[in-house]
């Protein structure tokens, strides 16, 4: 297998607002919040549903990766009901080998709500259910070891049995890569993923606003030498000023996409992710890695929701 995928696995329920809706229920845009099963289900009761779609961050960046033609397998914990079963028919549907058997659990499979404004940003608020609750017992050592890469992402992080699942999968990876997801995770976790950075990834993907935060950096030349220092591959999307990579001490950047009709930026940087990783685990150069990630990038950006047709 070439990759595993271990992350959240979510739900998403994508709905169109205003931006009077995110200033009224005091949510900061571009960002996620947690929330608990009832007050999601308040925030639902008010919005119509535009598209209801198996999501998750690594998991959007698996089917991607998937459907460019690579062996590719994932690792979430869904509840044996509705959603979770709808969760992993989402998954075999794309030829995504899903490692995981689903029992009924108390607490029900995790949702996110997908709220997109005018500016097609997404902000996301998240019911984790029991996707939150994954232990080291639900990681597959074999299937880590099997995979040449290992892909994690920063919202699975927690203190507790997350933690201990991450770790169980580290220890038994070849190589692996993960996301720092969001600037909300940054911030909750910054000293754990600070030390994950240095010491424990060989590939880290981050956008510039969270790179910048996880090192308390106020120019992006700050970045650029940190990610020299930590001697690693260090991938990072800057917006409209494109993408770069650091691979111990070269820079490699690519220009962003122009004149897009841009629909929703859900899954801009999963697809990134799944584009870049595609070249790197064929070979290709880091330029053309950065490439595909950015095509694909430009492709999600274009329509509703973080999976391409």
């Known amino acids: 297998m070439k990759i595993l995928g271990i992350g959240n696995a979510i739900v998403d329920v994508i709905c169109k607002v205003d931006d009077s809706f995110i200033k009224q229920n005091n949510l900061t845009k571009s960002t996620m919040k947690l929330v608990d099963e009832i007050e999601f289900k308040n925030l639902l009761s008010t919005l119509k549903i535009e598209e209801t779609v198996s999501g998750g961050s690594v998991a959007n960046s698996i089917v991607g990766l998937s459907q460019l033609g690579n062996k590719v397998g994932f690792i979430g914990k869904v509840s044996d009901d509705d959603l979770g079963n709808k969760y992993e028919e989402g998954l075999k549907k794309e030829n995504v080998e899903y490692f995981y ?11 996110c709500l997908i709220l997109i404004t005018p500016d097609s940003e997404r902000t996301m608020i998240t019911f984790l259910g029991t996707a939150g609750k994954i232990n080291e017992k639900d990681i597959n050592a074999d299937a880590v070891k099997k995979s040449e890469i290992l ?10 049995e997350p933690k201990k699942a991450f770790e169980k999968a580290i220890n038994n990876s070849n190589k692996v890569a993960m996301s720092l997801s ?9 000293p754990n993923f600070l030390e994950l950075v240095k010491d424990k990834l060989d590939i880290t993907f981050a956008n510039e606003q969270e790179i910048k935060s996880l090192i308390n950096a106020k ?3 700050e970045v650029i030498n940190f990610a020299k220092d930590v001697n690693k591959l260090i991938i990072i999307t800057r917006g409209e000023k494109g993408a770069l990579a650091v691979n111990k001490n070269e820079v490699v950047e690519t220009p962003a996409k122009i004149n897009l009709k841009i629909k929703d930026l859900t899954g801009a940087g999963d697809l990134f992710a799944g584009g870049f990783l595609h070249g790197l685990i064929n070979n290709k150069s880091i330029k053309e890695s950065l490439e595909i990630g950015t095509e694909m990038s430009s492709k999600i950006i274009q329509i509703i929701g973080a999976r391409l047709n």
């Open 182 to 190: 969001d600037l909300f995770c940054v911030e909750r976790h910054k």
């Open 219 to 221: 120019k992006f030349d």
């Open 151 to 160: 892909f994690l992402e920063g919202y699975l992080w927690d203190e507790g």
């Open 101 to 111: 058997s689903k029992k009924k659990e108390i607490i029900p499979t995790g949702t």
